[in-house]
């Protein structure tokens, strides 16, 4: 007689923030089939009721306690940055699981604070980085793990992005240091910054500059940044990022490798799939237009979003199979808080005028610098000061 099959888990979740990122959990948890949402929360109880209505969902509430009494295992967080830390510390302390947008905070402290509650209850942390789920942006971290590009060398990533006013005026807490922690380095590029250490990995050092071009009448906060990192390995990377374009350019990353090959990943329009518009590998060069003529340069908030749905759910699924195979997700809090540390200190560099080292790196290998060392202008500098 062939014994029964095993009934599959069902994972009870629950939704805090009911703003615009709240469709990409409903829809992510949706997909899944041993998942049931069973409570949305808001601290606007008429955006949580329409929430609850449009996806089906029995509980709409309006406190993170009466959201997690209803025995969840699985808490989606997807409020403001600042409020993430109270949240994730009471799924924590009710043994629940989290999955939290980012930045998952925006200050070092807090951030360690919620990695530390979340490791000291047992459960799983993980941050939502959804753009490494790409198949392009996986293609790139198996390239660099077979060794088609070998250890990365260099890196230059591009987040050339347009943001209208409204954009920053929709939500108050937009634009302003204390509810949104920072501009286009916090909520726009950090994607990319995860990339950046999830290709090169650990930093060793950032020095950075940030000004407000554009939306200064409206916001605290910078609107462009560029920044300097040399990572533990020793390769370095260059970043700009600006939410000051228009039209927008999107986004691009180009890897080369201690092999010579190099390879480039292309988000434009913003929030369309990744794909690779520059792999250069042996005696050959594939490549494919950055900016295709007649595409619409400039999308809204919403359709951003609707395009990383199946990212999101890639994410999501990954989370709970971790959660059914007891182990770690693909993207943890821990991972989180390398991205937040290198943007914090493109911050405080730019803040002093001076880099922020984080640890020591490789010493270039055949490099030795002259006593003086000549520079454009024709002023000679002495060694020490050139480093």
């Not at 060069?285 to 890639?314: A, C, F, K, M, R």
Request: with cysteine; charged share 20%; glycine share 8%.
């Amino acid at each position: 007689m062939t014994p029964p099959a095993t009934a599959r888990r069902t994972y009870r979740a629950g939704i805090v923030g009911c703003g615009a990122i709240s469709r990409n959990h409903l829809e992510a948890f949706a997909a899944l089939d041993n998942v049931q949402v069973v409570g949305v929360c808001d601290i606007d109880p008429d955006r949580a009721r329409a929430t609850a209505r449009a996806w089906d969902v029995p509980n709409a509430l309006n406190t993170v306690d009466e959201l997690l009494a209803l025995g969840l295992d699985i808490l989606s967080v997807g409020t403001p940055h600042p409020t993430h830390e109270e949240v994730v510390l009471k799924a924590a302390a009710a043994g629940v699981h989290v999955l939290c947008e980012k930045p998952i905070a925006t200050r070092l402290e807090p951030a360690e604070r919620m990695v530390a509650a979340c490791e000291d209850a047992g459960v799983q942390f993980g941050a939502l980085f959804q753009r490494r789920f790409w198949p392009a942006a996986q293609r790139i971290r198996s390239a660099i793990d077979d060794g088609t590009l070998g250890r990365p060398l260099l890196a230059q990533c591009s987040v050339m992005l347009h943001r209208a006013p409204e954009y920053y005026s929709r939500d108050a807490w937009r634009g302003t240091w204390k509810n949104d922690g920072g501009g286009v380095l916090m909520t726009q590029a950090i994607h990319q910054i995860d990339l950046l250490q999830w290709y090169l990995g650990d930093v060793a050092e950032v020095y950075g500059k940030v000004n407000t071009y554009r939306h200064g009448d409206y916001i605290e906060v910078e609107d462009s940044a560029t920044a300097v990192i040399t990572f533990t390995s020793g390769a370095m990377a260059t970043l700009e990022a600006s939410t000051a374009v228009s039209p927008n350019l999107g986004i691009q990353l180009r890897i080369t490798g201690e092999t010579g090959a190099s390879a480039s990943l292309t988000e434009f329009p913003e929030g369309s799939d990744g794909r690779l518009d520059l792999w250069a590998v042996g005696e050959k060069i594939t490549v494919e237009p950055v900016h295709p003529e007649g595409v619409e340069p400039n999308v809204d908030l919403s359709t951003i979003n609707g395009q990383l749905i199946p990212h999101h759910t890639s994410q999501v699924r990954d989370f709970v199979q971790a959660l059914e195979a007891g182990t770690a997700p693909a993207i943890t809090g821990k991972d989180a808080l390398k991205s937040l540390r290198i943007l914090l200190a493109v911050y405080e560099s730019a803040r002093t005028g001076l880099p922020v080292r984080f640890a020591d790196a490789e010493a270039p290998a055949r490099v030795q610098l002259p006593a003086d060392v000549e520079v454009s202008s024709g002023t000679r500098v002495p060694a020490e000061a050139a480093g």
